[in-house]
């Protein structure tokens, strides 16, 4: 890349508060590992001390003083964060080129219903009978797209991928390698001392612009259907189980998982590696921290943390009151000591009083 300080402020949409409109700046970094001929960007006042001491050439910054270094110049824009991310996008490497048509190698079953000259299906890609796929859609490579499943528009499955029978996607959907949809949901019932498995009947229904990091999993419903709503994000590594429903634009971190028939609401956020039970409604616009369990009903507008989650503040005073535990105990052995003391004074005193003179 190479753009101009003014034609920086221009793509940003932002105003230049120091710096000469013609500095010329070659490349994009973080604040502490930016050169004087980088952009970066300050969006969080907690990195402010890394503001204080950045090398970098120019920074996108907050509508907010700041403390940046004399040398480098400043754009203010609304959101710095949102800023860099044009500013990323503009000059990243391309894209993956839309190529429509598909590969000899893949097998397409006869009655697939698409546009060959608007869908593009790579090598090695299996899409079986029933299925339909939306214009602008990529299907990666050695991709398997099973009986029944439809696929919205400008969607892109990437490599590997597995979408299992009766699937429903909404467009602008994208799914990462190694994802599994629609396996069955784990289900087992103990018959004369074995376990038997119950049938998965159901599907799963994915809204439009959901994203589902790699090797994720979404498992289909008993019965009816497991739903992930219109905009949530699922990272890496993480598993929905059968019948639940997940909300519109939640965040799911690495690692998470929901047990079965769990409903969550809009806008909630999950932590890594965090553990949710079966059967819970969690509420609109509820927070669970990095490596909670969560096992009883969540209300609407809290953090939760630990295990069980609890309310953040009260989960904190708990740990607080255990940290406290240690000087409480040398109290009572204090306490306890001079009880003992005065109690063997007032032994000796009365056997001195029946002694004769």
């Known amino acids: 890349m190479q753009i101009t300080l003014g034609e920086l ?59 940046a270094p ?46 060959p000259d608007k869908v593009c299906i790579s090598p090695n890609v299996v899409i079986e009978s029933g299925v339909s796929i939306g214009d602008g859609t990529f299907i990666g490579a050695g991709s398997v797209i099973s009986i029944g499943t439809k696929i919205g528009r400008d969607c892109q499955i990437k490599h590997n991928v597995t979408i299992c ?6 467009d602008r959907v994208i799914i ?32 439009d612009d959901v994203e589902i990091g790699a090797n994720s999993t979404v498992d289909r419903a ?14 890496n590594l993480v598993q929905i189980g059968h019948n639940c429903v997940i909300g519109k634009h939640c ?41 909670s369990g969560v096992i009883n009903n969540l209300y609407s507008g809290n953090t939760y943390f630990g295990y069980p989650a609890v309310p953040m503040k009260q989960n904190l005073r708990h740990t607080m009151h255990v940290k406290r535990l240690g000087k409480f105990f040398e109290r009572v052995r204090d306490l306890e000591a001079k009880v003992a003391k005065l109690d ?10 029946g002694k004769p003179d």
């Open 9 to 67: 402020a221009k793509l940003v949409e932002g105003t230049i508060v120091r710096g000469a409109e013609d500095a010329v700046y070659m490349g994009l970094s973080a604040l502490t590992d930016a050169l004087p001929d980088e952009v970066s960007f300050f969006g969080n006042p907690k990195y402010a001390d890394d503001l204080s001491k950045t090398k970098a050439g120019v920074v996108l910054i907050p509508e907010m003083e700041v403390n």
């Open 70 to 115: 004399e040398s480098v110049a400043l754009i203010r824009v609304s959101n710095p964060t949102s800023a860099f991310e044009r500013v990323v996008h503009h000059y990243a490497a391309p894209k993956r080129p839309f190529v429509p048509g598909v590969h000899p190698s893949a097998v397409v079953a006869e009655d697939v219903s698409f546009n």
């Open 165 to 170: 029978e009766g699937t429903i996607i909404g």
């Open 176 to 207: 990462f390698g190694g994802v599994v949809i629609g396996s069955d949901g784990y289900g087992y019932q103990l018959v004369d001392g074995k376990y038997q498995k119950i049938d998965q009947l159901g599907i799963v229904r994915i809204g």
């Open 222 to 235: 008993r019965f009816g259907e497991t739903v992930i709503g219109e905009g949530t994000k699922i990272d």
């Open 251 to 291: 965040l799911f971190v690495a690692m998470v998982g929901v047990a079965g028939s769990t409903r969550v609401g809009d806008y909630c956020i999950f932590g890594a590696q965090v553990g949710v039970a079966g059967h819970l409604l969690l509420e609109d616009h509820v927070t669970v921290a990095a490596r």
């Open 344 to 353: 063997g004074s007032e032994s000796n005193e009365d056997a001195s009083a």
